[in-house]
């Protein structure tokens, strides 16, 4: 049972077609990677995914069951690429916004996730009050506490320095091979695409490649797409990082 | 005249507590339409029940029950700010401006057809709590309960909406039936304050308190608290300055939310600046 399941999705925005009858699956404990350039609907397709946009047509299966019948949220963790509203002034702390939606405060876990993201000091200080790096590593804790079983994030590390990157990255490559998370991460970073997704979904609104990233290199249809120097690049940062897939 | 005797009207009991109640509801409420960038809407509502209250006046309903009456016709305006705010078309300042002044227009004319404005339409405009009936007192515990249910009930979702609605929905949360309930909430707590305010200080109770709470920086729990505390104490000192000095309590009570907002925000200031 794939963990996502999309068929013939399309959206428009305005009359505006912004993604056009995508169909793909995501088996469970994959490490997919969502490319495409600005403007090819990866972040309209994740929200169409978590049910924040409702599609013009197609269908969304989350688990083996429909979108519309789905309940089982904890099973999910989302950063979203930015948020939509956040009022500088909302007065949640961080300790409050990470335990967001949990049915039970546990302390004990607070903790762990909070050190985990290189957090732990900043428990009580109020949102607003953090840098947006700081604010970007709380709300990758609030995704990871519940310990979810997919992780979907919409370019994660926009705002993250180099450092906590690269914490963040190798932690999403624990979770994802020692504890068989499945992640779907949209970025436009190709050297995260080499390193650490195994399966790559590259979109122009529609579907231009859905494969394993081995697959995509030997490809000679993406070759024709992209031409060979930028397929060379991505396939030449897999190979350097010798992770082998 | 002592405090004593001052509390001993049974008048003054009924304004101390259904004030009290309408103030608390404003106030939690409150909260969350200020965070979510909905300050006005409380100036949309109560020009839309200058509207509707016209409506019930023209039509004839007994004075007493003039609150009860209005409510239906200023709970579909909080809808309809709703809907065409949802529309991404329309930010929220232009959709309450849209209803407010709907209901503004719609006060007028029926005045107008009903010769002119009458005494009754204009205590709604400066409102007077010291002369809430039972009816109102009773409709203030029940709004008061439903209101603290719904907040103590759905806290963890009105948590992640007002936050960010996009994320609370990925989360599994009904945003579009938590804010149904939200703005109807709103239009009922609208009508109630505009007894203890009048019309043209409703948003006053919404605003204020929550404002003045956001100034201590503490959690969101705690703001709420807060806010709720200080728009009581809003409503206890103004009713007893206006009753002693002989002024208007709806301007009282909004003049002591000011002057609270004020001393947090000083103290807030005074103790940044030795920080």
């Known amino acids: 049972m794939p963990v996502i399941r999309v068929e013939n999705l399309t959206f428009r925005y305005n009359g505006t077609e912004v993604i056009n009858e995508i169909g793909f699956t995501v088996e469970r404990g994959v490490y997919l990677a969502v490319v495409g350039p600005n403007g090819s609907g990866k972040s309209t397709l994740v929200k169409n995914i978590l049910g924040i946009l409702k599609p013009e047509k197609g269908r969304v299966e989350l688990f083996g069951r429909r979108l519309e019948d789905f309940s089982s949220w904890e099973k999910i963790g989302y950063l979203p690429q930015r948020l939509s509203g956040l009022n500088i002034h909302f007065p949640g702390t961080v300790a409050e916004i990470v335990q967001m939606g949990l049915p039970k405060k546990d302390p004990a876990l607070l903790s762990d996730t909070l050190d985990m993201m290189a957090i732990g000091h900043l428990g009580r200080r109020l949102i607003g009050d953090l840098s947006y790096g700081e604010q970007q590593r709380v709300m990758l804790a609030r995704a990871l506490i519940r310990r979810p079983e997919l992780l979907i994030f919409d370019e994660p590390t926009t705002a993250l320095d180099p450092e906590t990157r690269d914490v963040f990255y190798a932690l999403t490559q624990k979770l994802n091979r020692q504890e068989g998370t499945t992640v779907a991460l949209v970025t436009h970073d190709s050297g995260v695409v080499g390193q650490y997704a195994q399966h790559l979904l590259y979109l122009d609104k529609k579907v231009i490649f859905s494969g394993t990233f081995r697959d995509f290199c030997a490809s000679a249809d993406m070759t024709g797409f992209f031409g060979a120097t930028s397929q060379h690049i991505i396939c030449h940062q897999h190979d350097s990082t010798g992770s082998g897939r | ?275």
């Open chain 2, 1 to 275: 005249m002592d405090l004593g005797e001052i509390f001993a009207y049974a008048f003054v009991q009924r304004a101390m507590l259904a004030g009290a109640l309408i103030a608390a509801v404003s106030a939690l409420l409150g909260l969350f339409l200020v965070l979510r960038r909905f300050s006005l809407i409380g100036d949309g509502l109560a020009h839309t029940t200058f509207g509707s209250v016209a409506v019930v006046l023209l039509v004839g309903v007994s004075p007493f029950y003039v609150t009860l009456a209005a409510l239906p016709l200023v709970m579909v305006s909080s809808l309809a700010i709703y809907k065409l705010t949802s529309s991404k078309k329309i930010n929220a300042d232009a959709a309450i401006g849209i209803v407010s002044s709907l209901g503004i227009a719609a006060g007028i004319t029926l005045s107008s057809l009903s010769g002119g404005f009458n005494v009754d339409l204009f205590s709604y405009l400066f409102g007077n709590i010291l002369t809430v009936n039972r009816t109102e007192l009773v409709l203030s515990m029940i709004v008061f309960a439903v209101v603290a249910a719904v907040v103590f009930y759905y806290y963890d979702d009105l948590f992640a909406v007002t936050f960010d609605q996009e994320l609370a929905r990925s989360m599994g949360v009904q945003t579009e039936r938590l804010n149904v309930i939200l703005f109807l909430l709103t239009a009922v707590s609208a009508v109630l304050a505009m007894k203890v305010a009048g019309i043209m200080l409703v948003s006053a109770l919404l605003i204020l308190p929550a404002l003045t709470a956001l100034q201590l920086s503490v959690g969101f729990r705690t703001t709420m608290i807060a806010a709720t505390g200080f728009a009581v104490g809003a409503v206890f000192c103004g009713i007893l300055f206006a009753f002693v000095l002989n002024l208007p309590a709806g301007a009282m009570i909004v003049v002591f939310n000011a002057v609270f907002l004020l001393l947090v925000f000083g103290i807030r200031r005074l103790f940044a600046g030795h920080g």
